[in-house]
């Protein structure tokens, strides 16, 4: 039997940055579209009715009426640990951490615990259509073991790793500058482009390491090909305060993190809230990323990410939900909190670029983008299938749309993962919604 299948629905995917080309450029959509699949890549994205006559016999069609085709959502800042959290009253940032993050954390070292809250991450993220994220462990080995083991079984492309926090933390939360170069290199040896997956050199922030182990996690993320670095920035006004009184011989907060080699391509920066414009030129220039975390930002009190700033500075931007101090693995909901930041700024979030931070661009700040983000011949068959009828609001909202930009914003706006009929990694179908009615199969 032929490896090959055919999935028939609306298709919309991004294939640039509409800041650089326009919004009108930078998608391709297929109103009756087919996306043909073959050994978990994508072959061909057509117009359905001129392939499917010349279409071999034994390749299965799958039909979804009213629904929309895009690819995988890419969460580009995300801790696995914290899901239980989700939803945690009355705190910023500093006093969050005290109160619920680090006593949540201090359960990692369990492995037992660790599988179990991992297998239930990724189901959520697929659940939400997330098929990519960069994703936070805890200080303990066993929290990204538990997490890459489970990630392997369902051969995801997911991004993880260990926490390095050696000061400023409960004594149970700690390692020393040593053990978390030693653990790193452990597990970078042990999981690291095994499959689909990916080490990132994760120091939580410049406070909770001192210097002579982010001088090891330089070393570290210089040392193998290809790792990331994940860490926060620039989130809380207190917490710059506080960067500042720790690394009083820097110049900035940036200036932390680049004097000890933690900066580049594949560094991730999540939040950025409060940059400075020479910090964004810095970032820019290294080819480093910022994660916009919008429901974060917001929940937390954080402040308003200037989008617009960043894009003139040529700051690649991906998107984050943030768990747990986000409140919705949805990336359909990220993208509405985003867009409401910048109305706050007098700014506009087109939907079509709204589906480009979800999508491309998170592959890009990944540096994924050869591999995912869009459906070009040859990438990773990583898509969801968007129910226009999910809801009844939904259902309504879309039939009074005229125009594919109209429904692309309502379906924005008003979905979740509700909205998320199936999602597929690299070709296999790993969530389906419960009761869905509208999946038709045929061949033809």
Known sequence: MS???????????????????????????????????ESGAVVSV???????????????VIHY???????GFIDTHIHYPQTGIVGSYGAQLLDWLEIYVFPCEGKFGDADIASAQADMFLQELLRNGTTTALVFGTVHKESVDAFFEQASKLNLRMIA?????????????????DTG????????ERWHGKGRLSYAVTPRFAPTSSPEQLELAGKLFNEFPDLYMHTHISENKKEIEWVSELFPERSGYLDVYDHHGLIGERAVFAHGVHLHDDECKRLSDTGSAVAFCPTSNLFLGSGLLDLERLEKQGVRVGLGTDIGGGTSFSQLQSLNEA????????QKLDPFKALYLATLGGAKSLYLDEKIGNFERGKEADFVVLDYNATPLISHRLNRASSLQEKLFALIML???????????????????????SQKKANQ
Do not use: W
């Open 339 to 346: 867009y409401k930041v910048l109305q706050l700024q007098g």
């Open 181 to 188: 170069y030693a653990d790193s290199k452990e597990l970078i």
């Open 3 to 37: 490896q090959c299948k055919a999935y028939r629905a609306s298709i919309l995917h991004s294939i640039a940055n509409p800041y650089d080309v326009g919004a009108e450029n930078s998608y391709e959509y297929f109103e009756d579209g087919l996306l043909v699949v």
């Open 415 to 437: 979905g979740d993962d509700r909205a998320v009929k199936e999602t597929f990694s690299a070709g296999k179908s790993l969530h389906q919604k419960q009761f869905a009615k």
């Open 65 to 71: 009426q009213d629904a929309l085709i895009t690819p």
């Open 161 to 177: 790793g260990k926490v390095l926090m050696d000061r400023n933390a409960p004594e149970y939360l700690l390692d020393t500058a």
């Open 46 to 60: 057509v117009d359905a009715e001129g392939l499917l006559p010349s279409l071999p016999a034994d390749v299965e």
